[in-house]
Structure formats: structure tokens, C-alpha cells
T-cell receptor, first 113, second 114 residues
């Protein structure tokens, strides 16, 4: 069974650019959540996707958007990057929205210069 | 709104000893779930233990146990017989819907001394 994978591992962007981060959920999982983890802080919930529909959103501006595909993989898109967007972005999958366990990927480290 | 507070930024323990990590939370919901996660230096977050708020019995997973005090909104993690591999950042998290919409604390860095 393949776990949650994320790509790329690291990337560097400049302020104002756009970025797309990718996540492949664990086999059989139809729910994906995205989190932002700034240095020295805990993860903050960005949004969740369930069966290709957004299923809840945290306190993040609209320039943070997402997609979930029929195979349940997911993308996080961030437009007009700001310096404060520099963080570790974590993806987590679970078998459903009523399931009380989530499985995390290794994360993507985004640096905005 | 729900909040999670971990008041111990850093803790250390001697190998084979016991350590307790503290967590307090606030929520207006009567039914919710609490979690402890471990994030080793390699970054991949893993679930250590979870507790359903409606269950009075404290959860236990091998060397890991919790002390859940619902009235006090306290959820501490006890690690017994600490091992070098327990060294990591530990996060307390809360969710009233599903695990994927959790609110996390800012973590406690645990150092295990040989």
C-alpha cells in the first residue's frame, strides 16, 4: 500500500509568482486536507476536499485554491505569492469525512524570496 | 472558534524515564476528538494517539497514554520508558468534525537524553 506522497519536496519562488503543489493520497482515500506549517508553529488548516468538492476551508484568502481529481489526487495553488507564504505545506488523506484518522505526506517546503 | 495551547515549547527526558506533555484546548462543542501527533526531524507527521471526548476512559497505545480532563479542557500525553526514537516535535490537535479539519497547537520539542 502506497502512502501519501507530495511533490516537489522543495521549491523556491519569488514574490508575486504562482505555485502549484501536488499530493497523491493513500490508496482508497477519497478525502484530502491541506495544511500550512510556518517555521516553529503547528499546522494550520487551509481546506479539505472530498470526492472532488471543497468540504470546508480555514482562514486563508482566496488566492489559496485547490483541486481534487477523480483519482483523488489533489493540487494546492497559491497565486500572488507573499513572503509570509514561506512554509511547509502538508497534505493529509483519509478514507472519508467521518473517519478520525488522517495520514500525512512528507510535505513541500516553499520558500518565497 | 476552537483553540489549542501547548505551554511547553521544549521538554527533555532521560532515556527509560517518563515524561508528560501538556495541552489545553477550548471549544464550544460537546462532542469532539483530540489527537497527539509526532513529527520527527524527517517531517512526516504520524498519529500517536486519539481520544473521543464522549469516552471517559483515557486512551492508551503501548507506552503512550493520555490524561483527558474534559471539564478542565486538558489533554496531556504521557510517554513511559522513553526511547531515543521518541525524540520529535509533538503536536496536540482538536477537531469537532473530522480529523482532516483539525486545529493544532504550536508543538513541544521533546529531547531524549541517553
Amino acid at each position: 500500500e502506497t502512502g501519501v506522497t507530495q511533490s516537489p519536496t522543495h521549491l523556491i519562488k519569488t514574490r508575486g509568482q504562482q505555485v502549484t503543489l501536488r499530493c497523491s493520497s493513500q490508496s482508497g482515500h477519497n478525502t484530502v486536507s491541506w495544511y500550512q506549517q510556518a517555521l516553529g508553529q503547528g499546522p494550520q488548516f487551509i481546506f479539505q476536499y472530498y470526492r472532488e468538492e471543497e468540504n470546508g476551508r480555514g482562514n486563508f484568502p482566496p488566492r489559496f485554491s485547490g483541486l481534487q481529481f477523480p483519482n483523488y489526487s489533489s493540487e494546492l495553488n497559491v497565486n500572488a505569492l507573499e513572503l509570509d507564504d514561506s512554509a511547509l505545506y502538508l497534505c493529509a488523506s483519509s478514507p472519508g469525512t467521518s473517519y478520525n484518522e488522517q495520514f500525512f505526506g512528507p510535505g513541500t517546503r516553499l520558500t518565497v524570496l | 472558534a476552537q483553540t489549542v495551547t501547548q505551554s511547553q515549547p521544549e521538554m527533555s527526558v532521560q532515556e527509560a524515564e517518563t515524561v508528560t506533555l501538556s495541552c489545553t484546548y477550548d471549544t464550544s462543542e460537546s462532542d469532539y476528538y483530540l489527537f497527539w501527533y509526532k513529527q520527527p526531524p524527517s517531517r512526516q507527521m504520524i498519529l500517536v494517539i486519539r481520544q473521543e471526548a464522549y469516552k471517559q476512559q483515557n486512551a492508551t497505545e503501548n507506552r503512550f497514554s493520555v490524561n483527558f480532563q474534559k471539564a478542565a479542557k486538558s489533554f496531556s500525553l504521557k510517554i513511559s520508558d522513553s526511547q531515543l526514537g521518541d525524540a520529535a516535535m509533538y503536536f496536540c490537535a482538536l477537531s469537532w468534525t473530522n480529523a482532516g479539519k483539525s486545529t493544532f497547537g504550536d508543538g513541544t520539542t521533546l529531547t531524549v537524553k541517553p
